[in-house]
């Protein structure tokens, strides 16, 4: 089976440390470019970082720039999101895809897996 799953979610307090995971199975993520998206209550699902299969990042969202980072582990066949300075704006629903190449879309057909997304909750 063909999946994406994210992990490292949690409650964490403002100015704190997340490190988000997405793990494959099924299929190698070294073929694929991998984009981290959030959802937040009450609001599209927008595109934060994505990484591309030879590892290049484009970021999508001006409020996480110099606080997200994303980096790939093709052995490990994982992508990490590590996000420092949580801001209780950052709050939401995080969700990896794959792709052959980035986009900032949630709606991009090309994305054509995606995992079931990992709760951030930030406390102020």
């Known amino acids: 089976q063909l999946q994406l799953v994210e992990s490292g979610g949690g409650l964490v307090q403002a100015g704190g440390s997340l490190r988000l995971s997405c793990a494959a199975s099924?299929?190698?993520?070294?073929?694929?470019?991998i984009g981290w998206f959030r959802q937040a209550p009450g609001k599209e699902r927008e595109g934060v970082l994505c990484?591309?299969?030879?590892?290049?990042?484009?970021n999508y969202a001006d409020s996480v720039k110099g606080r997200f980072t994303i980096s790939r582990d093709n052995a490990k066949n994982t992508v990490y999101l590590q996000m420092n300075s949580l801001k209780p704006e950052d709050t939401a629903v995080y969700y990896c895809?794959?792709?052959?190449?980035?986009?900032?879309?949630?709606?991009?057909?090309?994305?054509?897996?995606w995992g079931q997304g990992t709760q951030v909750t930030v406390s102020s």
């Open positions: 895809a794959a792709a052959p190449l980035c986009s900032g879309s949630a709606n991009a057909p090309i994305y054509g897996y």
């Open positions: 099924g299929f190698t993520l070294d073929y694929y470019a």
């Open positions: 990484i591309s299969r030879s590892g290049g990042s484009t």
